[in-house]
Structure formats: structure tokens, C-alpha cells
């Protein structure tokens, strides 16, 4: 995004500003950007719940949010939504906000111990939602199947009652 001199300055700011033997080092200033760098990352995740996403988990480095949706298409789709609109605020435009992962489902307790289906491609998802359809439509056509063969032998012991 912009010049290689700033992006060398903006990442070695916070390392001159914290070490005690850098002649940029006050404590007074580490603590005035340590407030206004937390009351930004508050500000953006205010900004995605405002979107209505739910914030799972939140730091500096990630955040993870549920979407709630029931296909991971539209899951993908909202994220992006919520990245777009967010980008889309001045506030927020010079921030890099990549989404990395989805999950199909996720078990949740702190940063460090969670676990779930991860999804991985797209033709994985598509490939899902086919077996879950057709898996559906087996089972209706076996019930179907199952009803046709209870009515036929129903109507053969009609017969055979009948008969005698």
C-alpha cells in the first residue's frame, strides 16, 4: 500500500517506543498509544457486532466471529459482507483484514484450546450440500419405497382374507 520507508516505520515505532534504551522511549507516550490502540480494536469490534456478527474471540492479531448461517456459501458471503463494510469506513481503510479460515462447525473455549470441521474449499462445500440433498432424498425415496411395500402387503393379506 505504501512506501517501503513507512511501512519500515510504522513496524519498528512500537519496538523504539517500548525498549527503555531507545531515545524514543517514554512511558507516558507507550501508555497514551497503548489506550488509543485499544480503543481502536474496541471500536472495530463494536463495528462488527454493529453488522450483526457475534464475536467469538477477539485480539490484536485475530478475531473470530460466528456468522450463522446454515451453508457455508452464505457463511463465506457475510464475511466478506463484514470485511467489505468495515474496510469501507475511513476509520478502518488502512487496515489489512484477510479472512483465513471457516469453519463447518467449532467447539470454542479459549485461544488455545478449540476445535471443529474445518472447511477447505469450495467444491468441498458444494460437494456437502450434494451428499446432504441427496442423502435426503434417498431416505425419502426408501420411505416411500417402505409405505408402497406396506400398503401392497396390506392389500395382499386384504385378498388373501378374502379369499378363504
Known sequence: MGSVQADALATNFWRWMCDADSLFYDPALRRLCLMLMNKYFHRLVAEMRRLGATVIFANAQRITIATNKEDMASAHEYASFVVRTVLSRRVFSRLQITPVRYWWQLLFYDEHNYGGLEY??????AAHRAAVKAAAAAEKEEAAARAAAMVAAEEAV???????
Request: no cysteine; net charge negative; glycine share 0%.
Open 120 to 125: 477447505k474449499d469450495p467444491e468441498a462445500a
Open 158 to 164: 386384504a385378498l388373501a382374507a378374502v379369499e378363504e
